[in-house]
């Protein structure tokens, strides 16, 4: 089997599809994308693909070793994002060729379905309750907020105390059963991070993300002092060599790679296995499409430390297109108790909607993260 052909999907509302295909008729799909950079993964992907034309997809390390080494240059956003959707579509493609999931390939299922957690109110957290309450009628046993609007290097004691009152708003009214993730967003600085997880630790957050910025990690040590709270950080991660400190300084309890930027399924197989070695439990980032999402549940499938899995059902970015919009049958997301079934079929185990994605990539998107500053005009972390 060879490698044919690459092609590229740009669809609303911030995601970019890959389709892989063969010469013999097997095609498989990936998402490759870096939120708000669609068009630059979109060229990343096109220069891999001059050395994947004629290629045999099913040696999938091989292809990862020549992408990732054989550029000289390596890592970061782009890069990883535009490896990690050609190694999903070659996962899907050797799936399919075998007739079995993904996990299957990868030792198997080790559960019976994933957790699932839903995101409760926007960037700027109002009315979280109601829609916390909402989730929970939804049948969600697990949900996540955002902390806090931006705050300065040091900020004010009515800004930490809001963030206190919506986040006891949401514990009061889906009572002690309930996770509540806590996202920090990398928006909040060491000295007011300490501050807020002190402040938090009588609501007991199921997890707090990101509580400082990933290139601030060596902060992690210091913060995790002021709580017992679980500490999860990684989306922004990418790679075994990008985790393998952070693990090896046994400061965080769950890392949270994404697997359209870390480098795909199988680089992500291995940084949870290294996890499951230092004893952190993995959570899949993933406020992403469906392609994403399935790759992710590929791995939770087979990895026995994957207590939780993000998806964006609803979520406040997904303007236009929803989840389930580009599947033939969104049925294979059905989420029951809080819970998702594991995928049966074959590669990914999603049936895309190839038509649907190409009328949707004649309509595009130009999504970009928006700018936040400060009351004094300075930048701030969105
Ligand atoms: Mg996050």
């Known amino acids: ?27 498989g799909w990936g998402e490759p994308i870096v939120e708000g950079k669609a068009d630059t993964v979109h060229a990343a992907v096109t220069e891999m693909g001059d050395y994947l034309i004629g290629k045999d997809p099913m040696r999938i390390e091989d292809i990862f070793q020549v992408l990732y080494r054989g550029g000289f240059y390596r890592g970061g956003p782009i890069l990883s994002s535009a490896i990690s959707g050609i190694e999903q579509a070659l996962w899907d493609i050797k799936g399919k060729f075998y007739n079995a999931p993904i996990y299957d390939l990868l030792g198997g299922a080790c559960r019976d379905k994933t957790r699932v957690y839903s995101w409760i109110g926007g960037d700027r957290p109002v009315d979280v309750g109601l829609a916390a309450k909402l989730q929970v009628e939804n049948g969600f046993t ?7 609007e931006e705050l300065h290097y040091i900020d004010s004691i009515e800004k930490v105390d809001a963030a206190i009152a919506r986040i006891a708003a949401v514990r009061e009214a889906v009572g002690k059963g309930i996770g509540i993730g806590i996202d920090f967003h990398g928006r909040v600085h060491k000295s007011m991070a300490k501050v807020l997880v002190k402040e938090l630790e009588p609501y007991k957050p199921m997890f707090i993300e990101e509580p400082v910025l990933p290139e601030n990690n060596e902060a992690l040590k210091e913060i995790a002092r002021h709580t017992s709270c679980p500490i999860a950080t990684g989306e922004r991660m990418y790679t075994r060599w990008g985790f393998k400190e952070l693990l090896a300084q046994g400061i965080v309890d769950i890392i949270q790679p994404d697997l359209s930027h870390a480098g795909g399924i199988l680089e992500t197989r291995k ?38 899995q993000e998806q964006s059902l609803g979520i406040h970015y997904n303007k ?7 599947l033939k049958d969104p049925g294979v997301f059905e989420y029951k108790d809080g819970f998702v079934n594991n995928l049966t079929g074959p590669g990914l185990g999603i049936d895309v909607d190839e038509e649907k994605v190409r009328a949707a990539a004649a309509i595009g998107h130009q999504w970009r993260n928006p700018v936040w500053r400060q009351e004094d005009g300075t930048v701030a972390e969105w």
């Open 1 to 27: 089997m060879k490698i044919k052909k690459l092609e590229l999907f740009k669809v609303p509302p911030r995601w970019l599809f890959l389709k892989v295909e063969t010469d013999e008729g097997i095609s």
């Open 271 to 308: 940084i949870a296995a290294m996890a499951e070695a230092y004893d952190v439990a993995i959570a899949p980032h993933c406020p992403l499409g469906p392609i994403a999402l399935a790759a992710c549940l590929q791995l939770d499938t087979c990895s026995p430390n994957a207590f939780i």
């Open 142 to 148: 697990a949900l996540k907020m955002n902390a806090t």
């Open 320 to 326: 236009g297109s929803d989840l389930l919009d580009y």
